[in-house]
């Protein structure tokens, strides 16, 4: 299984759960659409991408398998963001990355670190809410175009851990570590699962 195959399917093996966006995003990468579809000039600074880089490791840590960091995560996000996304999501990102550098994300202790970002996601929760709100108001209005170039993009947060999942479970270490991968599968047979024991990825 490539990168490529992969990427159209990891939202199903995670359970759907990725957001218009990233599905947008993910379709595009797929596509190879022309970078004049996309808006120009969304880059990092090289302490965001420090700051990037360091989420990701805290959403999927390095234990008894690869985390975000060893499977290249945090320049996936990156290309993701530049590449496959819209000014929305550009500004409401480097908006998270500017409040985590005004918190000194980066001289925090872990214990710091986490009790951070546990109130970023409580915040997003509201976030999510208006989101939503302005997305159900957006609809099929006729004003649509005008309505989405002013319109705010998915929080933060949300971004961070669904190009984190995404990345990773794309990853060739990334899926080996969490599934067993059939390159040729048999029958299809119920079974009950191990304690511990892997699922699989055809």
């Given at each position: 299984?490539n990168?490529r195959?992969?990427?159209t399917?990891?939202?199903?093996?995670?359970g759907?759960?990725f957001?218009a966006?990233?599905?947008?995003?993910?379709?595009r990468w797929?596509?190879?659409?022309?970078?004049?579809?996309?808006?120009?000039?969304?880059?990092?600074?090289e302490?965001?991408?420090?700051?990037?880089?360091?989420v990701a490791?805290?959403?999927?840590p390095?234990?008894?398998?690869p985390?975000?960091?060893?499977?290249?995560?945090?320049a996936?996000v990156?290309?993701?963001?530049?590449?496959?996304?819209?000014?929305?999501?550009?500004?409401?990102?480097?908006?998270?990355?500017?409040?985590?550098?005004?918190?000194?994300?980066?001289?925090?202790?872990?214990e710091q670190?986490?009790?951070?970002?546990?109130?970023?996601?409580a915040d997003?929760v509201?976030?999510?809410?208006?989101?939503?709100?302005?997305?159900?108001k957006?609809?099929d209005n006729?004003?649509?175009?005008?309505?989405?170039?002013q319109?705010?993009g998915?929080?933060?947060?949300?971004?961070?851990?669904?190009l984190?999942?995404?990345?990773?479970?794309?990853?060739e270490?990334?899926?080996k570590?969490?599934?067993?991968?059939?390159?040729?599968?048999?029958?299809?047979?119920?079974?009950?699962m191990?304690?511990?024991q892997?699922?699989f990825a055809?």
């Amino acid at each position: 299984m490539n990168r490529r195959t992969a990427i159209t399917h990891v939202a199903t093996m995670l359970g759907g759960a990725f957001s218009a966006p990233t599905l947008l995003a993910m379709s595009r990468w797929e596509d190879r659409l022309p970078s004049e579809s996309l808006p120009a000039g969304f880059s990092l600074t090289e302490n965001q991408k420090l700051i990037v880089a360091e989420v990701a490791e805290m959403i999927i840590p390095k234990t008894a398998t690869p985390g975000a960091k060893d499977v290249g995560v945090p320049a996936f996000v990156v290309m993701m963001l530049q590449d496959c996304y819209k000014a929305p999501e550009h500004k409401s990102f480097v908006a998270g990355l500017d409040n985590l550098e005004k918190k000194q994300f980066l001289s925090l202790n872990v214990e710091q670190k986490i009790a951070v970002l546990k109130q970023v996601e409580a915040d997003s929760v509201e976030e999510m809410k208006a989101y939503q709100v302005q997305q159900t108001k957006m609809g099929d209005n006729e004003d649509r175009e005008q309505m989405a170039a002013q319109a705010k993009g998915l929080p933060f947060w949300r971004l961070a851990k669904e190009l984190t999942m995404l990345g990773y479970f794309t990853s060739e270490q990334g899926i080996k570590s969490s599934f067993e991968y059939v390159p040729i599968p048999g029958k299809l047979e119920m079974i009950t699962m191990k304690p511990n024991q892997k699922s699989f990825a055809y």
